[in-house]
């Protein structure tokens, strides 16, 4: 009876442990922090700002885009004013954030009359890691400031996930000790 128990006991520790360590992959938000460094204009300096997307819809295979339909959201910080996805000229088509065969190629930005982070000015449907100073909407107005670095942030462990493997390993010590104690009863 003593062992019919403890097997159940242990069944459900491993249960737990195992539900909460392979779940079934499924879409992610992912964060990217980004930071500016203007190394010539008016402004020069660091500026600093980050995005998420959904990545669901990702392949992983050739060029891809993802835009404000995949969850795409944009904060950046720059000369003292906070802008976002919204702020883009071309909202909500644009902004968008780029890959090849998977990899982060970078976002396409352009706020009128401010900044256009993006591959090339001559084509702002691709991603990169250009910072241009613009003049209006006129792609024509860019000048090349500097450049755009991406840093993946990492993702924080479900509490979910965390709380069940607490739970088992509490199991597992309380079972443990048990055992222990039980053995020198007899």
Known sequence: ????????????????????????????????????NATSGQNPGQYSGSFQYDDSTLTGI????????????ILFDYLGTQYTQASDFDYPASPIVSFTNGNLSGLSYLVEDRFFIGKDS????IGGTK????????????????TVTYTKSTPVPE???????AIATAMGLGMKRKKKVSGLAN
């Open 1 to 36: 009876m003593k062992l019919a128990k403890d097997i159940i006991i242990a069944g459900f520790a491993v249960t737990i442990l195992v539900a909460a360590v392979a779940k079934p992959t499924q879409a992610a938000l992912v964060n990217y922090g980004f930071t500016v």
């Open 159 to 165: 509490s979910m996930t965390v709380g069940s493997v």
């Open 122 to 125: 001559g084509n702002p449907n």
């Open 131 to 146: 910072f241009y100073s613009i003049l209006s909407a006129d792609l024509l107005s860019t000048t090349e400031l500097g």
């Open 62 to 73: 050739g060029e891809e885009n993802l835009g404000v339909s995949n969850g795409l959201s």
